[in-house]
């Protein structure tokens, strides 16, 4: 099913993100597709809060991935933008991180090509003005 919506500002993108953490009370595999800018790392931030997270919640550009311990749950964020070659991957092991139990979060998966498994939940965003366009898939 395919979810269609419209997302007004930052504080609308913070509450998809915590309804989204609701939507996945165990583990599973989220990518989120988008231009630089459009609002990915502010809808993991929303994700996290919302299941607990206090802490700052930077976008990984440069570390590819940033991992976060919240309550039990193990949960990774990859931003995969600079990511040269999907082999990468491969190397820093991301069959470890692509657990049954962990929550993980993928910027632009497009990177790495069919490296990554079907996501549970695929999240485009799209600039509409000042607002954005999303779409839940």
Known sequence: MTEK????????MLALGA????????GGLITLHGDLGAGKTTLVR????????????KS?????VEPYQV??????????YR???????????????????ALCLVEWP?????L????DLQVSIYHAGSARDVILA
């Open 116 to 119: 990554l498994p079907i996501p």
């Open 71 to 80: 309550g039990n749950r193990d949960i990774y964020h990859f931003d995969l």
């Open 110 to 114: 497009e990177q790495v090509g069919e």
């Open 19 to 26: 309804q989204l953490a609701r939507r996945f009370p165990n």
């Open 46 to 57: 929303g994700l996290l809060r919302e299941l607990g997270h206090t802490g700052v919640v």
């Open 5 to 12: 919506l419209h997302i007004e500002d930052e504080a609308a």
């Open 83 to 101: 990511l040269a070659d999907p082999e990468e991957l491969e190397y820093m092991g991301i069959r470890d991180y692509l657990r049954p139990d």
């Open 60 to 64: 990984p550009t440069y570390t590819l």
